[in-house]
């Protein structure tokens, strides 16, 4: 303000002249001084003002010289004043010169890392300090710590002069406490209670839970505003609801804080006609099928449903659906609502759905990028769409999660590529692939199934050759083990669709949980699968196995009852198995139903006498995905997964103790988590049972029942996350099975596919333990797991 005033004094004064001598009215100025410069010369000033002596000066050139002066950066002021001397006028430049920032730093940030504060800072060091943008970025850090609910929180920048005339800068930040929401108030609303209303809100008051801290967050709060309130009041009728104000009280002494969201509910809107035009693919009656609501035609009615939002949206995407998983991808469905109200003065929506269908598409051709080591025919095998067919964008989705469930590229994988043909309607589709390392030599240490700690080294190399068969080399060795197998499959035998897989072993266990003894298993395996009834998903499996075993050692029941010295076992089974599981190892949907059988004894020859059935089914919903870019497979998955599975043998095992069904723990036999090896008998609960107490005859069983429900979270193709709930019971016969006595058990867990194959650790809780008195003594249980587990 003084240099502009400054400037239009001085101009003033030299406009005045005497008429009569007819002085021009910009007169020269005839010397130029500055004063306050210490870093910056008299010349460089001078040059970047543009003002020249002995040249007519105006007010425009002065001020025109303070704006360059400024814009150099150099200055925190710059004024203008002028003297009249002997020589003539001197117009004399006073500037501040602002100092130079030696180095700023931040002090005090906890709660928020000093790198993220840090980002906020905009200053920069050996340049002279822009006091403008220090405040500025005080601002953005202070806005930072509001959004994290620290509303206490002051940042003061301290400038702190050096003697070589230099500054720095610290941001002092006194962060206080984080303001909890005690309680949210809504203002405004008639038909629903404040506590609906919360509780449709991610943001929520603090209770009295660890896991309810009451934490105020601005972005999720504004997505409560902006999205979940309307789309909640939207499901209910109330398509015009929206949050017309929000403020904070907070308590300076507590650190609590009171919400109060103002809200305009607006009217409650009935279902009014519906109507669909533009269709010719489909009648009207198949698409009215996803019409959500019946079709009344009485619009006088007060009993007409409410409309909602979500479900018309929801009939909408699967009409879209619809079309596109018949070929017409350039279909256009367009939702249209029109609000009138009625003769009786209801509120009424009338609804209409729009269709653009354009020309189907068929596919022209399908092409795989980026397949160095796979042969292109077992992605092929795969992929369930094919050239002539017509789009389907279902069968394009389930072509994509079947490469991917393959297991030799990375994941997540691109999206398939969909690219229109030159005709303009015809596509072309494009898978893309990127190999990854899938065969592995490992060794180490090992932890068998109840044999205690040995060595091993293996060999695994699941794409041979390239086309997608299965090699294994295992040897396991130590005190307790020696154990060699070799196991080899092809699931496209001469190129057909017929699998093969054949397994030659020879093992030496000695058990070191239940005194089970030692097991000496000489033998070999050949199975065949074969599509059932040409079925994609389904597979119907013959298997024939001859097997040398002894039991010896052991604790004196079992060898009373079980001993066996070169027994051989003579197997014939049938298995039928349907797997429509995705995004394997740790599977987010989908089903696995598995039926199996197995004769053993009669006219196969051999000891022992008996068949067996088993039972398995699985099956997993998709709840949702939580971060991701968007892309396909990317982000949290989150599934609900239920399985149940069930067991008999009918006839004499005879001295196959093992063939035999036991519950508890995760080492052997029908895994229970939360309750000892053993620990689940015919007779009941066995609360002696533990690490390395034997193991009866009376600890097994020819018949069991088990259950699993578990909510997942898949957080990558290698780690698992999960909570769940475990029921089972084990029988002594067939004809004594009774699924509704269980014992139960529920934990979380975690489970992880390493170089040593797949780790899972699990913690669980036995609600239905005893102690050895009968009282119930319900606990913790804490569970190892190596091995196969899916």
Same mark, same amino acid.
């Given at each position: 303000?003084r240099?502009?005033?400054?400037?239009?004094?001085f101009?003033t004064?030299?406009a005045?002249?005497?008429?009569?001598?007819?002085e021009?009215?910009t007169?020269?100025?005839d010397?130029?001084?500055?004063e306050g410069n210490?870093?910056l010369?008299?010349?460089?000033i001078?040059?970047?003002?543009g003002?020249? =002596?002995?040249r007519p000066?105006s007010?425009?050139?002065i001020?025109r010289a303070?704006?360059?002066?400024y814009?150099?950066g150099?200055?925190d002021?710059v004024?203008?004043a002028?003297?009249?001397?002997?020589?003539?006028?001197v117009l004399?430049?006073q500037?501040?010169?602002r100092?130079i920032l030696?180095?700023w730093?931040v002090?005090?940030?906890?709660q928020?890392?000093?790198?993220?504060?840090?980002?906020?800072?905009?200053?920069i060091n050996?340049?002279?300090?822009?006091r403008?943008?220090?405040?500025r970025?005080?601002?953005?850090?202070?806005s930072?710590?509001?959004?994290?609910?620290?509303?206490?929180?002051?940042?003061?920048p301290v400038?702190l002069?050096?003697p070589?005339?230099q500054?720095?800068v610290?941001?002092q930040i006194?962060?206080?406490?984080?303001?909890?929401i005690?309680?949210?108030?809504?203002? /405004?609303?008639?038909?629903?209670?404040d506590?609906?209303i919360v509780?449709?809100m991610?943001?929520r008051?603090?209770g009295f839970w660890?896991f309810q801290?009451?934490?105020l967050?601005?972005?999720r709060?504004?997505?409560?505003m902006r999205?979940?309130?309307?789309?909640?009041?939207?499901?209910h009728?109330?398509?015009d609801?929206?949050?017309t104000?929000?403020?904070?009280t907070?308590?300076?002494?507590?650190?609590?804080?009171a919400?109060?969201?103002?809200?305009?509910?607006?009217?409650?809107?009935h279902?009014g006609?519906f109507?669909v035009?533009?269709n010719?693919r489909?009648?009207?009656?198949? !698409?009215?099928? %996803?019409y959500?609501y019946l079709n009344i035609t009485?619009t006088?009615?007060? %009993?007409?449903?409410?409309f909602?939002?979500?479900?018309?949206?929801?009939?909408?995407?699967?009409?879209?659906?619809?079309y596109?998983?018949?070929g017409?991808?350039?279909?256009r469905v367009?939702?249209?609502?029109?609000?009138?109200?009625a003769k009786?003065?209801?509120p009424?929506i009338?609804l209409r759905?729009?269709?653009?269908?354009g020309p189907p598409?068929t596919?022209?051709?399908?092409?795989?990028?980026?397949n160095?080591v796979?042969?292109?025919r077992v992605?092929?095998?795969a992929?369930?769409v094919?050239p002539?067919?017509?789009f389907?964008?279902?069968?394009l989705?389930?072509?994509?999660?079947?490469i991917?469930?393959?297991g030799?590229f990375q994941? =997540?994988m691109?999206?398939?590529?969909?690219?229109p043909?030159?005709n303009?309607v015809?596509?072309n589709i494009?898978?893309?692939?990127q190999e990854k390392r899938?065969g592995n030599i490992?060794?180490? $240490?090992?932890?068998?199934?109840g044999?205690?700690?040995g /060595?091993?080294?293996?060999?695994?190399e699941?794409n041979? *050759?390239?086309?997608?068969?299965?090699?294994?080399?295992q040897?396991?060795f130590g005190?307790?083990?020696?154990?060699f197998?070799?196991?080899?499959?092809?699931?496209?035998?001469r190129?057909s669709?017929v699998?093969?897989?054949i397994?030659l072993?020879?093992?030496r266990?000695?058990?070191?949980?239940?005194?089970?003894?030692n097991?000496?298993? !000489?033998?070999?395996s050949?199975? !065949?699968?074969?599509?059932?009834l040409?079925?994609r998903?389904t597979?119907?499996?013959a298997?024939?196995?001859?097997q040398?075993?002894s039991?010896?050692?052991g604790?004196?029941?079992l060898?009373?009852?079980?001993q066996?010295?070169n027994?051989?076992?003579s197997?014939?089974?049938?298995?039928?198995v349907?797997d429509?599981?995705?995004?394997?190892?740790?599977a987010? $949907?989908?089903?696995l139903?598995n039926?199996g059988t197995?004769?053993?004894?009669?006219?196969l020859?051999g000891?022992?006498?008996?068949?067996?059935l088993?039972?398995e089914?699985r099956?997993?919903?998709?709840?949702?995905?939580?971060?991701?870019?968007?892309?396909?497979?990317?982000g949290?998955r989150?599934v609900?997964?239920?399985?149940?599975?069930?067991?008999?043998? *009918?006839?004499d095992a005879g001295?196959f103790?093992t063939?035999?069904?036991?519950?508890g723990?995760?080492q052997?036999?029908?895994?229970?988590?939360?309750?000892?090896?053993?620990?689940?008998?015919?007779?009941?609960?066995?609360?002696?049972a533990s690490g390395?107490?034997?193991?009866g005859a009376?600890s097994?069983?020819?018949?069991f029942a088990a *259950?699993?429900v578990?909510?997942?979270?898949?957080?990558?193709?290698s780690?698992?996350l999960n909570?769940?709930?475990?029921?089972?019971?084990v029988?002594r016969?067939?004809?004594q099975y009774?699924?509704?006595r269980?014992?139960?058990?529920a934990?979380i867990?975690?489970? !992880?596919?390493s170089?040593l194959g797949?780790?899972?650790?699990d913690?669980?809780?036995?609600f239905?333990?005893t102690?050895? %008195?009968?009282?119930p003594?319900?606990g913790?249980k804490?569970?190892?797991?190596?091995?196969?587990?899916?």
């Open positions: 303000m240099s502009w005033l400054a400037a239009c004094l101009a004064t030299l005045v002249a005497p008429a009569a001598a007819q021009p009215s007169p020269q100025v010397s130029i001084v500055v210490h870093r010369t008299t010349a460089q001078i040059g970047t003002s003002l020249v =002596p002995h000066t007010y425009r050139d001020q303070v704006t360059a002066l814009k150099t150099q200055f002021d004024t203008m002028q003297r009249q001397d002997s020589l003539g006028i004399i430049l500037v501040v010169e100092p030696q180095r730093s002090l005090g940030a906890s928020i890392s000093e790198a993220n504060v840090k980002v906020r800072i905009r200053l050996g340049r002279p300090l822009d403008a943008l220090m405040a970025s005080r601002g953005s850090v202070d930072m710590y509001r959004a994290e609910g620290y509303y206490q929180a002051t940042v003061d400038v002069p050096q070589d005339g500054v720095r610290v941001f006194h962060e206080g406490p984080r303001v909890a005690s309680q949210i108030l809504v203002t /405004g609303n008639t038909t629903f209670s506590a609906k509780n449709q991610a943001t008051p603090e660890w801290p009451g934490r967050d601005d972005e709060l504004a997505r409560d999205e979940r309130l309307p789309a909640w009041y939207g499901d009728g109330y398509i609801f929206e949050v104000g929000d403020s904070l907070v308590d300076s002494v507590s650190g609590k804080a919400l109060n969201l103002i809200v305009a509910e607006g009217q409650a809107y279902i006609t109507d035009v533009g010719r489909f009648s009207r009656e198949e !698409l009215s099928s %996803f959500p009485d006088t009615s007060r %009993f007409r449903p409410f909602s939002q979500g479900a018309w949206d929801k009939a909408t995407e699967m009409v879209k659906t619809l596109g998983n018949n017409y991808i350039y279909s367009e939702p249209q609502q029109a609000r009138r109200i009786d003065g209801t009424m009338d759905w729009t269709i653009i269908e598409a596919i022209n051709k399908i092409e795989i990028v980026g160095d796979t042969h292109e992605i092929r095998e992929i369930v094919v002539g067919q017509l389907n964008r279902d069968l989705l389930r072509s994509y999660q079947n991917s469930n393959i030799f994941q =997540p691109a999206p398939p590529d969909v690219q043909t030159a303009g015809d596509v494009v898978f893309r692939v899938t490992n060794f180490g $240490a090992s932890v068998g199934q044999t205690g700690i /060595g091993f080294l293996g060999l695994q699941p041979l *050759f390239g086309q997608g068969k299965r090699g294994s080399l040897w396991q005190r307790n083990i020696n154990n197998t070799l196991s080899y499959t092809d699931p496209a035998f190129q669709r699998s093969a897989t397994s072993y020879n093992s266990l000695r058990y070191t949980i239940g005194d089970l003894g097991r000496q298993l !000489l033998g070999g050949l199975q !065949l699968g074969i599509p059932l040409g079925a998903y597979k119907l499996f298997q024939y196995s001859l040398r075993i039991y010896t050692n604790s004196l029941e060898q009373r009852q079980f066996c010295i027994c051989i076992r197997t014939v089974g049938l298995t039928v349907r429509t599981r995705i995004d394997m190892p740790f987010t $949907a989908g089903t139903i039926v197995e004769f053993n004894g009669g006219p020859g000891t022992g006498d008996y068949r067996k088993d039972l089914g099956w997993y919903t998709p709840l949702g995905t939580v971060g991701g870019s968007g892309q396909l497979g990317t949290i989150l609900l997964g239920l399985t149940a599975k069930s067991g008999f043998i *009918f006839g001295p103790f063939e035999l069904y036991s519950m723990g995760v052997w036999g029908i895994p229970l988590r939360g309750y000892n090896e053993f620990s689940i008998t015919p007779d009941g609960y066995n609360p002696l390395n107490n034997a193991a009376q097994f069983g020819q018949s *259950f699993t578990e909510a997942g979270a898949r957080l990558s193709q780690l698992y909570v769940f709930m475990d029921a089972g019971n029988y016969t067939a004809s009774d699924p509704s269980l014992f139960k058990g934990g867990g975690a489970a !992880l596919i170089p797949p780790i899972g650790l913690v669980a809780y036995g239905d333990k102690s050895i %008195f009968g009282v003594k319900p913790w804490l569970h190892f797991r190596l091995g196969n587990f899916f």
